[in-house]
């Protein structure tokens, strides 16, 4: 079976994004390069060359959340929109709440974490880096 892993872009905050998010789920992030490090970055500019080419934390259940920088020398550009949630589906309905109001913090809640038509706690919010995501806990079947 394929494992998908969100792979995700920063305008040259990954890092911070991903100590937050380590807050959150806790772990120890698994890979951390910056454009300093490698090869072809003669025409990076200082503040590029801090950015994260790379940076890899793990989430649970083999899922690995992974990010780096955009390089706007490159000709890259970060989007901000809602073309793409990350949904997690929590273990219970307190660690539902714990996901939903530590990654939350600072952010905007577009659904507040709430019991669902559809027997499950839910909640949507844009996170304080523009990331969106949904948290669901799926009641046990009776």
Known sequence: MATINPYL????????????YKSVFGGE?????Q???????ENMTPQ???????IALPIGNGSILMASDIVPSMGHRKAEGNNCYLSIEADSKEHAAQL???????????M?????????YFGMFVDKF????????????Q
């Not at 920063?10 to 911070?16: K, L, M, S, W």
């Not at 454009?35 to 970055?41: C, H, S």
């Not at 507040?112 to 499950?120: G, I, Q, S, V, Y």
């Not at 523009?130 to 079947?141: A, E, H, L, R, S």
């Open 9 to 20: 872009n920063f305008n040259g905050n990954a890092a911070e994004a991903f100590e937050f």
């Open 35 to 41: 454009y300093k490090d490698a090869p072809g970055n």
């Open 48 to 54: 590029e060359l801090q950015g994260m080419m790379h």
């Open 130 to 141: 523009g990331i969106c995501w949904m948290v669901n806990y799926t009641y046990p079947q």
């Open 29 to 33: 992030l698994a890979g951390a390069q």
């Open 100 to 110: 939903f109001n530590g990654l939350s913090a600072g952010g905007v809640v577009q």
């Open 112 to 120: 507040p974490l709430e019991d669902t038509f559809w027997n499950a």
